[in-house]
């Protein structure tokens, strides 16, 4: 186990070694981010997480279907939508934040980080807050599901990463968003 | 009136770098193309006679000069063909049968590969001439000389000093490229400072300009960095959990203001220019965002949806004495205070149009100086007299300036790329 989490510090450094002058954070970016936005380029959109981090989890998800990647679990979701100037997690969402909040307190090696969106509408900086407002609400309702606070990181891309392009309800309602990406 | 070595070294190594990185073609693609679209109604009527010895093609003195002062809005250029020098004596009834009530002339001469620019504002009306003066400048740099030129007569003809040898920060995005650019206050010379795949905003200029602070997406969540524009040296000045943006420097240039979700909520936050001593401003359990601080550095204002909805406010630096300070409309954001401590400007949403509006801190006049549907991102020229703001409208991108009476505006539009996150750098020597 020492051993592989070595080598995966040594491949995220590795990573990262090109921007030398970047002061790093003391832990490794997610190794895997499967909701980013489809303008950026996405070197492993595979849906099984890749390199390291597999066989680190492997002990405790044994041999059955990892349910993350099961398309018939809950858990395969990881988008909750919100209403137009709201920040709370509706009624129709509890159920799924619920399940990734108990399904990261009975995996303590699972870490995420909630990505918070908002539509196209006001400034930037304003929607940064707004958008971190709606990945704090998710993760609140993880942390009351049993996610450890160290699991679990709130940030927001506010308006900067929309889902959907253009400048109709349509878009403005996938991009009121906050993803949870393991 | 010459560039200090230490500036010719710094903008030198500029060029020195882009050329370096092999950036000038991308460069070239980002000159920015200007569309006078309002103007004043008093202006001042100057003539400008074609320097002696200044060479067509981009660095042509004149030309430069004259848009420089045209694009002002407080000036009426009148053009002419006429070779004026900056010597001999001026007939002062011809030009003003023109209607000039001023006249430039001046000359450019080649010696040891400088140029040496020479000039003569004159007063036609009073038949006195208001400064006569040169400069000498290495060929990378007549365009500078030029604006520096502009800035004088602006100073000389309107008491107020003139806010063309500056320079702008904004964001360019094509395709999935986002660029941090540096232009001069004109569009033109532009290099890219950073480049990423992942979006970048909130650039902010220290106060001497030799740094830029921004908010990068590269770290897959919201960064606040300090990039020195000379070297491009970098660093992560706030990388905490949760989302770090919005900075803002301290007038001293020490410290900046950043806005930080550590805590959960977005919250003020400030920090050594660094990365050291955090402190947190203030405490509520609302939005407190887009910190600014007043020039005299004695007041922050605020962006906080505190009552509901957000609006604009100001606080001493220790988080002290809060007050409201936009009363209209249910949504002010993005405050942004003029260096001469007297006027506010922010964007405000009314009738679901989003707008530039200022206010005028003694008397509590407010005036909407824009009308776009989605206008952003106010930043004041260094002479207080200008506001740059992004617009987009109909899926284009492009820059304004406004002049804060509202008289004349302009744009600044890129071929190939969307700009927005404009930040008017300040006065250098």
């Known amino acids: 186990m020492n051993g592989v989490k070595i080598l995966v510090s040594i491949i995220a450094f590795t990573l990262l070694g090109a921007c030398s002058t970047i002061k790093l954070n003391e832990k490794a970016p997610p190794v895997e981010d499967r909701n980013s936005a489809s303008s950026v380029p996405a070197p492993a959109p595979a849906p099984a997480p890749s390199s390291g981090r597999t066989s680190e989890v492997s002990p405790s998800s044994a041999s059955a279907v990892d349910p993350l990647n099961d398309p018939s679990n809950i858990l395969y979701k990881r988008s909750v939508y919100f209403d137009y100037d709201q920040y709370t997690v509706k009624e129709e969402f509890s159920a799924l934040v619920e399940a990734h909040g108990k399904y990261l307190a009975a995996n303590p090696d699972r870490k995420v980080t909630i990505q918070g969106n908002t539509d196209e509408r006001g400034g930037s900086e304003y929607n940064l807050a707004l958008g971190q407002k709606r990945a704090e609400a998710v993760r609140r309702a993880m942390a009351l599901a049993g996610a450890r606070d160290s699991q679990m990181e709130a940030v927001s891309f506010g308006k900067e990463k929309p889902k959907a392009m253009g400048s109709d309800e349509a878009a403005w309602m996938e991009n009121r968003r906050a993803d949870i990406v393991y | ?429």
């Not at chain 2, 030198?12 to 000038?24: D, M, Q, R, T, Y």
């Open chain 2, 1 to 429: 009136m010459m560039a200090s070595p230490k500036k010719r070294i710094f903008l030198k190594s500029l060029v020195a770098s882009s050329v370096a990185a092999g950036l000038h073609p991308i460069a070239a693609l980002a000159q920015l193309r200007v569309e006078i679209s309002g103007v004043g109604a008093n202006q001042i009527p100057i003539a400008i006679g074609q320097f002696w010895d200044d060479p067509a093609g981009d660095n042509h003195v004149t030309a430069i000069i004259a848009a420089d002062l045209q694009r002002s809005g407080l000036f009426r250029v009148i053009p002419s063909s006429d070779l004026v020098r900056e010597t001999g004596a001026v007939d002062d009834a011809v030009w003003r049968s023109k209607g000039a009530d001023a006249l430039l002339g001046g000359s450019l001469t080649q010696a040891d590969g400088r140029t040496e620019i020479r000039y003569r504002l004159h007063d036609t009306a009073k038949a006195v001439t208001l400064t006569s003066s040169g400069l000498k400048v290495n060929p990378q740099f007549i365009r500078l000389a030029a604006h520096r030129v502009a800035d004088d007569v602006y100073e000389k003809l309107t008491g107020i000093r003139g806010p063309f040898a500056t320079r702008i920060a904004y964001v360019a995005r094509s395709g999935n490229e986002y660029r941090l650019e540096i232009a001069d206050s004109d569009g033109e010379n532009a290099f890219t400072a950073f480049r990423d795949t992942e979006p970048v905003i909130s650039p902010a200029w220290s106060p001497d300009g030799s740094k830029v602070a921004y908010v990068s997406f590269n770290l897959k969540k919201p960064v606040v960095y300090v990039q020195e524009l000379a070297t491009r040296q970098r660093i992560a000045v706030a990388n905490f959990k949760g989302s770090n943006s919005a900075p803002a420097w301290s007038p001293d240039g020490r410290r900046l203001a950043i806005a930080l979700s550590r805590d959960g909520l977005t919250q003020i936050h400030t920090v050594n220019a660094d990365g050291t001593d955090l402190r947190r401003v203030a405490t509520s359990n609302a939005i407190d965002t887009e910190p600014c601080f007043s020039p005299a550095g004695d007041t922050f204002y605020f962006t906080s949806d505190r009552s509901g909805s957000p609006q604009i406010y100001r606080m001493t630096p220790s988080g002290g004495e809060v007050r409201r300070v936009t009363f209209n409309g249910s949504y002010n954001i993005s405050p942004a205070i003029s260096p001469d401590g007297k006027l506010l400007s922010y964007i405000s949403r009314r009738d679901g149009r989003f707008q530039v509006y200022v206010l005028d801190l003694a008397n509590g006049q407010e005036t909407r100086l824009s009308d776009g549907p989605r206008d952003e991102s106010p930043s004041f020229a260094p002479n207080s007299r200008y506001i740059m703001y992004a617009s987009e409208s109909a899926g284009r991108a492009h820059l304004a300036v406004v002049a804060v009476d509202g008289s004349s505006s302009y744009t600044l539009n890129a071929k190939a790329s969307k700009i927005r996150e404009p930040a008017w750098g300040p006065f250098t020597k």
